[in-house]
């Protein structure tokens, strides 16, 4: 399957700096990403949709002046937390889709690893 | 999307098959069925995906009911690596929203 990259894969930072996180397609061209969000025990919440070229698509209940999404080239994303607070401490997942044909269903997802925010 | 349910947890015997069902009774005509899993602390990776036929790669089989209201996901022999949370997801578009999945427990 296609391989996506994530940097850092853990951050700490302290409360009140902002923090980028980076999301790669690395054998493929990702014209959408996705931005997902998943607290300790719980499931992945979608937080937003990134077009190469055009803002983002954000999720009901996130703030898009905090969680800056920029999706500059075919295979980069970045998630920017800004004013990071204790309460933004979670695990970060992004992933990139292919342009796939135009019937539904043939084209997949494919996620990063991962990367683990803790704010102070 | 149609809403999905999962049992919240199962085990399986080592070298065992593991079938893990997934109820989605409100799926429209071109809705999807997904699979995907998370081993813990890592990013979700793909398994198998259908629309009305079954469907077998080299992870697992997909079983999708004739009215399509539920499906089984088969792992034919499964190992200690696939302890995970599995994830049925049915949806229209490209978005992807998790429910919270079924925790597999393989043991030797």
């Known amino acids: 399957g296609a391989v996506v990259s994530q940097h850092p894969s853990w951050v700490i930072c302290k409360s009140g700096t902002s923090v980028k996180i980076e999301c790669r397609s690395l054998?493929?061209?990702?014209?959408?990403m996705f931005w997902y969000r998943q607290f300790p025990k719980q499931s992945l919440m979608l937080m937003a949709t990134?077009?190469?070229?055009?803002?983002?698509?954000?999720e009901q209940g996130v703030e898009k002046d905090k969680f800056l999404i920029n999706h500059a080239s075919l295979t980069l994303s970045t998630l920017t937390v800004t004013s990071a607070h204790p309460e933004d401490s979670s695990f970060y997942i992004c992933s990139g889709l292919p342009p796939g044909l135009a019937t539904r269903g043939t084209d997949t997802q494919y996620f990063g690893p991962g990367t683990r925010l803790t704010v102070l | 999307d149609a809403k999905t349910t999962q049992p919240t947890s199962m085990d399986c015997a080592e070298g065992r098959a593991a079938n893990l069902p997934c109820n989605h009774s409100t799926i429209s005509g071109n809705e999807y069925v997904y699979w995907y899993r998370q081993i813990h602390s890592q990013g979700p990776q793909y398994i198998i995906h259908?629309?009305?036929n079954n469907e077998t790669n080299e992870m697992a089989s997909l079983i999708i009911t004739e009215d399509r209201k539920s499906s089984t996901l088969i792992l034919p022999h499964a190992t200690l690596r696939d302890t995970a949370v599995y994830y049925c997801i049915v949806t229209l578009t490209d978005k992807l929203i998790f429910g919270t999945g079924t925790r597999l427990q393989v043991f030797p």
């Open positions: 259908g629309l009305k």
């Open positions: 990134s077009n190469e070229g055009s803002k983002a698509t954000y």
């Open positions: 054998d493929f061209q990702a014209t959408t």
